[in-house]
């Protein structure tokens, strides 16, 4: 079999995620392995396609390897996927999986993004391996991996693969003209608009003009296409300790004094490939600049993206993942699918109630599963993540449970005296009404007035 591995990781040859691939080529000489570099030569291939579509039309088995940035694949690969369908190369009935290296930071949506793009193309998908970033240094996981490789070979020869899932019905979209009327603004906050907003894009650029409208205060925008980006994150950590990015384009300052200083984030862009056009991607990636720190915690944000937000599943559950994990109140989504107007007045008044309250809200377990791998992740690494690691001590995100040393004792204290018999006869009934007192109380004295 043909086997084509598109080395999707800025590192090349040097890449963690491609040695899985390199131990699944030294097991099985009996097979032909080609690997394509395209995270390092992305750029040429923007030039020259020649060389990809001669590797994928040649293709058996194509697996795309990458590590997962930022909720999904990176910059360079989402780039080669706008490449491959602008040219048209038949890939249809090819077989398609991949293998993913993460600290399993939603490496749930990465995958799904990639098997969406690969429907798209026609191909047989099947299930790819997520592994951990130091899987193939330990037996359990070189194990999993032979597991994974011997299930991908029987499906293909049994032809097994995913069902692709229905496609999103087709409609006319019109295009959207303005029509919310210009209320008088504040200057007490800022909001930026991040966009990515294509010159011939009306819809989108439409939605911008009538969210501003609406807005009760001032904003500007920012369009990524504008900015000079000198390419995608290279995730090399030489941002790890100082802060800076190794790139000279002065992202990391255009960052920091032009974005993060706004006290309300709206993000805007059409829906493409299931994410939106990879100049974002870049913009999503070279983030990494801030590490792993929520700096813009308690920063309201809003969305307006055109295109049938309402289908893409793996889209929303990316934008509030995103919100949930930045610690940002998340105040709606606008699109263009249905009553655009009023979805967008609507989540404009909602962003600046946000901005004005100082709203919060609880994460849920996108957020707090989200938090936990990256806590246990840069407290292990504290010594390389310098920066994290003193961010992550000042803010008290070093939660672990086995430093709650008297609460343990208190539940060892319990669970002793619950295993005997005479105390547990006396407790029958009541254990309820001791975990619910502490609620009780709250609920009178809110009675009283005394809200804290």
């Known amino acids: 079999m043909n086997i084509l591995v598109l080395n999707a990781s800025p590192k090349g040859k040097n890449s963690t995620t491609v040695h899985t691939a390199l131990y699944l080529q030294a097991l099985h000489p009996e097979h032909t392995f080609t690997f394509l570099p395209v995270g390092q030569r992305i750029k040429s291939y923007e030039t020259d396609f020649g060389p990809v579509r001669t590797a994928l039309a040649g293709a058996d088995l194509i697996l795309f390897c990458y590590p997962v940035y930022t909720f999904i694949a990176p910059y360079q690969l989402h780039r080669l996927i706008e490449l491959i369908k602008a040219d048209g190369v038949d890939l249809s009935s090819k077989f398609a999986s991949q293998i993913t290296t993460s600290k399993h930071f939603y490496d749930v949506t990465a995958h799904r993004y990639v098997e969406e793009n690969c429907f798209d193309l026609g191909m047989k998908v099947v299930r790819g391996l997520s592994a951990d970033m130091e899987d193939l240094l330990c ?14 070979l029987f499906a293909c020869e049994h032809d097994l693969f995913v069902t692709p899932p229905a496609k999103a019905p087709a409609r006319d979209r019109s295009v959207y003209q303005p029509s919310l009327p210009d209320v008088p603004k504040s ?12 010159s011939d ?10 969210f501003r409208a609406a807005l009760p205060y001032e904003s500007r925008v920012v369009n990524l296409r504008q900015f000079p980006f000198g390419g995608g994150c290279l995730g090399c950590f030489g941002c790890a300790v100082t802060g800076k990015c190794v790139y000279k384009d002065g992202f990391d300052t255009f960052l920091r004094e032009t974005i993060q200083t706004a006290h309300g984030f709206v993000y ?5 490939d299931h994410y939106t056009h990879s100049s974002f991607k870049c913009f999503d990636d070279r983030q990494f600049c801030n590490g792993h720190r ?13 295109g049938d937000y309402q289908y893409e599943s793996n889209l929303r559950m990316i934008v509030e993942g995103r919100a949930e994990v930045g610690g940002n109140y998340l105040c709606g989504v606008a699109t263009d699918e249905a009553d655009t107007a009023a979805s967008i007045r609507a989540v404009a008044e909602h ?39 003193k961010f992550y001590k000042q803010h008290g995100i070093y939660d672990f449970p086995q430093k709650q040393k008297k609460r343990i004792w208190q539940m060892r204290l319990v669970g002793a005296l619950m295993a005997v018999p005479s105390i547990q006869k006396k407790a029958k009934g009541k254990m309820t009404e001791a975990i619910i007192g502490p609620y009780q109380k709250v609920v009178a004295q809110a009675k009283e007035g ?3």
């Open 268 to 272: 805007a862009f059409t829906v493409s």
């Open 294 to 306: 929520t700096v813009t915690h308690g920063t309201p944000i809003a969305y307006l993206i055109s």
């Open 139 to 152: 037996p359990q996981g070189r194990k999993e991996a032979r597991m994974f490789f011997d299930a991908l």
């Open 450 to 452: 005394a809200v804290q």
């Open 351 to 389: 962003l600046a109630y946000a901005m004005e309250k100082g709203l919060v809200r609880p994460a849920n377990f996108y957020g707090v599963g989200g938090m936990k791998i990256f806590r246990d992740l840069i407290y292990v690494m504290q010594g390389l993540m310098k920066a994290d690691h």
């Open 187 to 198: 200057s007490e906050k800022d909001v930026v608009i991040v966009t990515n907003c294509a």
């Open 201 to 210: 894009d009306t819809n989108l650029q439409h939605m911008i003009d009538d």
